[in-house]
């Protein structure tokens, strides 16, 4: 690979150790750290004698400050290096504009108090359209890394059949890991004491919405996996691949329906939710790079230009 596609999968590996540390901010209440003041923390560029909460959120503002850098230095590199045609240039451009718009999303989230402990159906609907955009992110930098590294432009028209399944099965994903955001969002706020009195919250007509609807995210992970398995297998049946991502999937998939399954009976420990989102995170990369290789046309020659010449040089050359 060229220096600019390790780079690429360096940025995405990255990011998503920042997607899982903003996990342990919200599930750690942390999220009110830095009082309401965004991009400043308590009014201050560094916070001073800071608690722990203080901490744990400046650190992900740092993180996070690094990740929108590391991902514009990302699109400026892709524009040095390949010509106005090349699929890298695309993928770069949609990863730079959802990196904004997931740093807008967070702050959105601090500036108007939805944080800490507020359990209101706007923060409900923001973290949910959160999670969608950081999972649109993550597709773009997948997408960014596998065209820098020699994969084919994705053609949908040529292949209308798959093109269907891929995208139902994209949906499904995002449905489920919305209601996963959603669930992990009530864990937080309404912790049970023992497994016995978290069923009988689930059950409860009178409890807060934000239990209530933690119920739907098991029944929908299950569908999902039920769809996802099957046609996986059928894709690594009818078409040789260049990627091992099928089987790996599958077995992913199952994991993830074990990991949900033990975060329910443990009462959704911090540690537990962060890998769960881990797994759910690589799944969707995995279901990404599946996609992409199912409706890849012949392979896109990497254009990439020698350190410190840019690819009019070199075609020039």
Partial sequence: ?????????????YNVGVIVWGAYVRATGSGAGCGSH??????????RA???????????????????????????????????????RTGAFLSLVFMISEALLGAGLVVFGLVGDNASGVRAIV??????????????????????????????????????????GALAILVVSCSGAVAALGDTLFPSASLRDALAADLSPTAHFLIRLRTIHPVLAVMTALYLAPSVWRFADRRPLHLPVPHLLIAVLGAQLALGFLNVLLLA?????????????????????????????????????????????????
């Fill in 38 to 47: 965004w991009p400043l923390c308590n009014g201050t560029v560094v916070p």
């Fill in 1 to 13: 690979m060229t220096g600019f596609a390790r780079a690429s999968w360096f940025v995405l590996t």
């Fill in 269 to 317: 420990p911090v540690w537990l939710q962060l890998v769960h989102l881990l797994v759910a995170d690589a799944i969707w990369i995995a279901y990404v790079l599946l996609a992409a290789d199912l409706l890849a046309a012949p392979p896109v020659e990497h254009q990439a230009a020698p350190a410190g010449r840019g690819w009019q040089q070199q075609k020039a050359v």
């Fill in 50 to 88: 800071a608690a722990v909460e203080t901490l744990v959120e400046f650190s992900h503002r740092a993180t996070s400050g690094l990740a929108l850098v590391s991902v514009f230095a990302l699109f400026l590199w892709a524009r040095r290096v390949t010509p106005p045609t090349h699929p890298v």
């Fill in 127 to 168: 973290v949910s359209a959160h999670l969608l955009n950081t999972f649109l992110l993550l597709a773009s930098m997948t997408l960014t890394a596998w065209w820098a590294s020699g994969g084919g432009r994705v053609r949908l028209a040529s292949r209308e059949s798959n093109t269907i399944r891929l995208a139902a």
